[in-house]
């Protein structure tokens, strides 16, 4: 879907799910403790309806949170038909849901698509047998993968959703989890570091020694490569690592984990900063460059801060790897947004990020092979 897609979530509390997934404390994440779940819901649809504006793009009402289809399907039709007089009205286009992939069997996915749904998002976490036994997820991928690929046949925008650093997992694990889902086609993936959160069982085995989640730097980088798995495959990531959090914020409700408000800019300035150290080294290889020379890196201004990295990160690591020259970033409106132009004493050169993209990615799947 090429259009702007505009999303009033409501959030669906873990009423209806029968899982307690390792990870998962959903009262945590979300910082709510309901009595009456049913009326909360419409709540909050009349309140952020009330509120919303006739705005450009495809527009969807989005049940998060819990297990949409594990809930019974009259309480999923109850909770659906919230949705009705906007949908009739005009004022939303579709209907949203997140769900596990254990439960949308024929008949759930028939009475979704009924009912006006249109996207459907999937928790998959991982592929792998080992990394999802020990999260409790009960399941292994290939008992769901029959059910995935049926998914795909109907007419939903089908998104997935993957974590890295969830016990046992290992950078390649990731990785191979995010070549699976390119293997299904999805429309859109969401990737989520593994926090450990006031409630999960995680948070007692982070406070035993028997957990240890990934430090922030390595899941920028582990998330860094499985972003530009899907990016050379042109599959939109539309979200990498959990929105600001009042509670995570104030120390609340996080233990620990790779957890920054600015998670997904960290990503993206590890991928400018990779893309930078592999152009200086291949104009060092080519070229004789006097020690103390100036190496200009120029993007467009929506990449600026991306490029140069928070408090000014990339500038200091790139300066510490080839200390024999002078790097600096700058904006520049005639370089395209997915370029990068360098300029040196002796050369200016325009790169490709697509480029830059396949080739790391064919590094990858080459670590991936040996
Ligand atoms: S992650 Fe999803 S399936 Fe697992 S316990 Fe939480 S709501 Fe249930």
Redesign the pocket.
């Given at each position: 879907m090429d259009e702007k897609v505009v999303i009033y979530p409501v959030f669906v509390p873990?009423i209806g799910?029968p899982?307690?997934?390792a990870?998962?404390n959903?009262r945590s994440i979300t910082g709510k403790s309901i009595n009456n779940p049913l009326m909360d819901i419409k709540d909050q649809v009349e309140s952020i309806m009330g509120t919303a504006k006739m705005r450009d793009g495809h527009k969807e009402m989005a049940f998060f949170?819990?297990?949409f289809t594990?809930l019974s399907m009259d309480m999923q039709n109850t909770i659906l038909e919230l949705a009705s007089p906007y949908l009739e009205a005009g004022l939303i286009d579709g209907i949203r849901i997140s769900t596990?992939p254990d439960y949308i069997s024929e008949e759930i996915l028939d009475n979704l698509q009924d009912k006006g749904v249109t996207t459907i998002e999937l928790?998959i976490q991982s592929t792998d047998p080992i990394v999802l036994e020990a999260s409790e997820?009960g399941y292994r991928y290939e008992q769901i993968l029959d059910s995935i690929v049926n998914l795909m046949k109907y007419d939903f925008q089908v998104g997935l959703q993957m974590m890295t650093g969830l016990p046992y997992d290992t950078r390649l694990k990731s990785i191979k989890t995010a070549l699976d889902f390119v293997a299904i086609k999805p429309s859109f993936v969401r990737i989520y570091p593994t926090l450990v959160v006031r409630g999960a069982t995680l948070e007692e085995q982070f406070t035993q020694g028997e957990y240890s989640p990934l430090s922030l730097d390595d899941a920028v980088e582990w998330i860094r490569d499985i972003k530009i798995v899907f990016e050379h495959h042109n599959i939109n990531v539309i979200r990498i690592g959990l929105q600001a959090q009042e509670g995570f914020n104030k120390g609340q409700d996080l233990i620990g984990g790779p957890y920054h408000p600015a998670f997904g800019e960290m990503v993206e300035s590890s991928i400018y900063r990779v893309w930078m150290s592999d152009i200086i080294q291949s104009l060092l290889d080519y070229e004789s460059m006097a020690p103390a020379s100036p190496i200009a890196f120029r993007v467009h201004p929506s990449r600026l801060s991306q490029a140069i990295g928070q408090k000014k990160y990339n500038i200091l690591y790139l300066s510490k790897i080839f200390p024999n020259y002078k790097v600096s970033i700058e904006q520049n409106n005639l370089v395209e947004i997915g370029d990068m132009a360098v300029f040196t004493d002796q050369t200016q050169l325009l790169y490709s990020r697509k480029s830059f993209i396949s080739q790391r990615y064919e590094g990858i799947v080459q670590e991936m092979t040996n």
């Amino acid at each position: 879907m090429d259009e702007k897609v505009v999303i009033y979530p409501v959030f669906v509390p873990m009423i209806g799910c029968p899982h307690q997934c390792a990870f998962c404390n959903q009262r945590s994440i979300t910082g709510k403790s309901i009595n009456n779940p049913l009326m909360d819901i419409k709540d909050q649809v009349e309140s952020i309806m009330g509120t919303a504006k006739m705005r450009d793009g495809h527009k969807e009402m989005a049940f998060f949170g819990g297990s949409f289809t594990c809930l019974s399907m009259d309480m999923q039709n109850t909770i659906l038909e919230l949705a009705s007089p906007y949908l009739e009205a005009g004022l939303i286009d579709g209907i949203r849901i997140s769900t596990r992939p254990d439960y949308i069997s024929e008949e759930i996915l028939d009475n979704l698509q009924d009912k006006g749904v249109t996207t459907i998002e999937l928790g998959i976490q991982s592929t792998d047998p080992i990394v999802l036994e020990a999260s409790e997820r009960g399941y292994r991928y290939e008992q769901i993968l029959d059910s995935i690929v049926n998914l795909m046949k109907y007419d939903f925008q089908v998104g997935l959703q993957m974590m890295t650093g969830l016990p046992y997992d290992t950078r390649l694990k990731s990785i191979k989890t995010a070549l699976d889902f390119v293997a299904i086609k999805p429309s859109f993936v969401r990737i989520y570091p593994t926090l450990v959160v006031r409630g999960a069982t995680l948070e007692e085995q982070f406070t035993q020694g028997e957990y240890s989640p990934l430090s922030l730097d390595d899941a920028v980088e582990w998330i860094r490569d499985i972003k530009i798995v899907f990016e050379h495959h042109n599959i939109n990531v539309i979200r990498i690592g959990l929105q600001a959090q009042e509670g995570f914020n104030k120390g609340q409700d996080l233990i620990g984990g790779p957890y920054h408000p600015a998670f997904g800019e960290m990503v993206e300035s590890s991928i400018y900063r990779v893309w930078m150290s592999d152009i200086i080294q291949s104009l060092l290889d080519y070229e004789s460059m006097a020690p103390a020379s100036p190496i200009a890196f120029r993007v467009h201004p929506s990449r600026l801060s991306q490029a140069i990295g928070q408090k000014k990160y990339n500038i200091l690591y790139l300066s510490k790897i080839f200390p024999n020259y002078k790097v600096s970033i700058e904006q520049n409106n005639l370089v395209e947004i997915g370029d990068m132009a360098v300029f040196t004493d002796q050369t200016q050169l325009l790169y490709s990020r697509k480029s830059f993209i396949s080739q790391r990615y064919e590094g990858i799947v080459q670590e991936m092979t040996n």
